[in-house]
């Protein structure tokens, strides 16, 4: 493969610098969220201090802030990733042309959080069979843990497969999201040595970001990771 990590780290570090705009984007996103997470805080102790004698609706403010959360942060993957695949520096036209591509981006992103949270139901699922069946089977520590980490593996495995590339894809070349996905899976087999290497990237970097204080670990994240990881797909696929 033609691809070289350290050389599309440091193209997408240089691109990033001369796209002013991306920055501006960022910020202005974060700002939302930062605006947003103060809102959920708010009815969050209000939920706590009042009891709210109907379930129901504690249901459905949840299920909208959740919705309403996963829209805003597919606009923003969205026009961050359509700025780096066509080379738009302008800021409204940035915004115009990516909305066409939010829906999509919003289905995507609730897809791959399903299979995400999968991952953790199906590894409850077994912890709680071997439980039930702990005096039939016999299993010892070691073995359940390998068994449950290959389950986890496995799960976390096919997110990776099919939804690393998958936005990116997406905009890039103007596809659905089945065919998005299908392409993802085709360029990771061919590249999975590359893209396991994007994923530890990502999965170290979060795990320094998660020693930093909330806001100053989300203002990193939106403000400079994000933007960084959106360069660093599209010039991964882009042929």
């Known amino acids: ?35 947003l997470s103060k809102v959920y805080t708010k009815i969050n102790e209000f939920f706590q201090i009042n009891s709210i004698p109907n379930k129901f609706l504690l249901y459905i403010v949840l299920a909208i802030s959740f919705i309403f959360l996963i829209l805003v942060i597919s606009a923003f993957i969205s026009v961050i990733i359509y700025v780096f695949s066509n080379n738009d520096k302008n800021l409204i036209s940035s915004i115009k042309n990516s909305s066409g591509f939010w829906l999509k981006c919003s289905l995507t992103i609730l897809i791959f959080i ?16 071997m439980i039930s069946f702990k005096q039939i089977i016999e299993i010892s520590e070691n ?30 070349r103007r596809i659905g999201i089945i065919q998005s996905m299908k392409e993802s899976f085709k360029f990771t087999k061919k590249n999975y040595i590359y893209t396991l290497k994007l994923s530890l990237l990502l999965f170290i970097i979060l795990q320094i970001l998660a020693y930093l204080p909330n806001n100053i670990s989300l203002a990193i994240n939106i403000i400079l990771l994000t933007p960084f990881y959106a360069s660093l797909l599209i010039k991964s696929i882009r042929k």
């Open 1 to 35: 493969m033609e691809n070289s990590i350290l050389k599309n780290l440091r193209d997408s570090y240089f691109e990033l610098l001369n796209k002013k705009v991306v920055f501006l984007i960022s910020f202005i996103f974060f700002l939302v969220l930062f605006i």
């Open 114 to 129: 399903i299979l995400f949270n999968l991952a953790n139901f199906s590894l409850l699922i077994f912890t709680k069979f």
């Open 143 to 172: 073995s359940f843990r390998l068994i449950s980490f290959l389950i986890y593996f496995l799960w976390l495995s096919l997110v990776i497969i099919f939804f690393t590339y998958s936005i990116p894809f997406m905009i890039y």
